[in-house]
Structures are given as structure tokens and as C-alpha cells.
């Protein structure tokens, strides 16, 4: 099989939408509001061992991550609008994780999402596979400040129909805010009382 691979094959884009008005049975002060696109397409290296992943990443990953990255910031009514961000992705049966892999954890995907909502952190992420109707969980955090642990979140739906043996699913997530009610501090306040350095907790 060659892997010049033009474009990728998209079977079908699927948008998920979770607005939260309470929350712990209190009334949250603004809807907390989860959105994610998801991209459903062909394995191009589905029952295979395929040595060279490289050109097909190169041909898909750029197509599904801007498209994915424009479904996503028009859901939140623009780039500015996203505090927190994440990304999944799953493949079918007859792929490898590699596969799934490849695609999101290229630059050439991520980055149209990460320049899009101005952020500085990295995109937090599952890889799984799985038959049609697996959980696709998107773990999300602050899109600026990797310690800012009301924006720990996690975002999960699934489509039923979706990823077939031969197919891929690939998923960016986003939050317009934090979790309500938020009220187990962030992780330097944890580091600060243990004694660690706040700017360097590893040490190094």
C-alpha cells in the first residue's frame, strides 16, 4: 500500500455540547459551558504494519486539526473565549495506537488549536482504542497556567457508530470556565506548604 496519502477520507464530523446551570445542588454563577468536534475518517493503515507513518501523518494531521480548531472556537464564540483545552483520539479495531498517536501528538496538528486560543500550555490528551461507541474522554486544563486546577476538567461523550475497524476518531475539547464552586486550591499553594520551589518543583 503507498502512504501518499492526498487528503484525508472524513466519514462524518460530530459536535458535543454540555452546558451545566447547577452544580453540587447550588446555582453556578455563569453556565459552565464543555464543547468538543470530533473528526471520524479512515485508517489508511488499518491491518498493516506500516514502517513509515510520517507522510500520512504529514497529509492528515494538518486537515483534521484546523477543522477540528474551527468547530471548536466557533462553539465558544471565538479563540479568547476558551480557558481550557484538551485533546482524544481513538482508533478502531484494526489499528494501532501508534496511529492515533501520530496524528494528534504532531505540531502540525495541535498548533492551529493552541494558536487559535493563544495558549501556552501543552494539550492534555487520551489515546485508546476501541470498537464503536467508546467513551472518547477529553482531559482538559487552563490553556495558559498548567497549575490552575479549577480547569482540571474532563469532558466525555461517545458516538455510536464510531470508530469502525478501519477508522480513526480524532477530538478537541474546550471550557469557557473552570469548574464551579472551585475550592481545593492550586498546586503551588501544595507546593509552597511542602517546602518546594514554587518556579522549579522538580528541583532541577
Known amino acids: 500500500m503507498s502512504n ?7 466519514r462524518k464530523i460530530v459536535t458535543y455540547e454540555d ?24 485508517n489508511p493503515w488499518a491491518g498493516q504494519f506500516v514502517d513509515d507513518l510520517r507522510p500520512g501523518i504529514q497529509a492528515i494531521a494538518p486537515v483534521i486539526g484546523e477543522m477540528l480548531s474551527a468547530r471548536v472556537v466557533d462553539m465558544a464564540g471565538g479563540g479568547d473565549k476558551i480557558e481550557a483545552y484538551g485533546k482524544a483520539a481513538i482508533v478502531g479495531m484494526n489499528g494501532e495506537i501508534e ?31 476501541g470498537p464503536a461507541n467508546t467513551a472518547i474522554t ?15 476538567l474532563t469532558l466525555q ?23 464551579p464552586h472551585h475550592r481545593i486550591g492550586d498546586r503551588y499553594q501544595d507546593l509552597a506548604e511542602m517546602g518546594n520551589d514554587v518556579d522549579n518543583p522538580a528541583g532541577v
Open 138 to 152: 477529553i482531559p482538559m486544563m487552563d490553556k495558559i497556567d498548567a497549575g490552575r486546577r479549577s480547569h482540571y
Open 4 to 10: 501518499k496519502i492526498i487528503k484525508p477520507e472524513i
Open 19 to 42: 452546558t451545566t446551570f447547577i452544580e453540587g445542588f447550588k446555582a453556578v454563577a455563569e453556565p459552565w459551558h464543555m464543547f468538543a468536534a470530533a473528526a471520524v475518517f479512515t
Open 99 to 129: 496511529h492515533a498517536s501520530g496524528v494528534t501528538h504532531t505540531l502540525r496538528f495541535g498548533n492551529f488549536y493552541r494558536e487559535a486560543v493563544g495558549a501556552k500550555s501543552y494539550l492534555s490528551f487520551t489515546n485508546l482504542r
Open 157 to 179: 461523550f461517545a458516538i455510536g457508530d464510531a470508530p469502525g475497524p478501519d477508522e480513526i476518531l480524532v477530538a478537541l475539547g474546550g471550557a469557557t470556565t473552570g469548574r
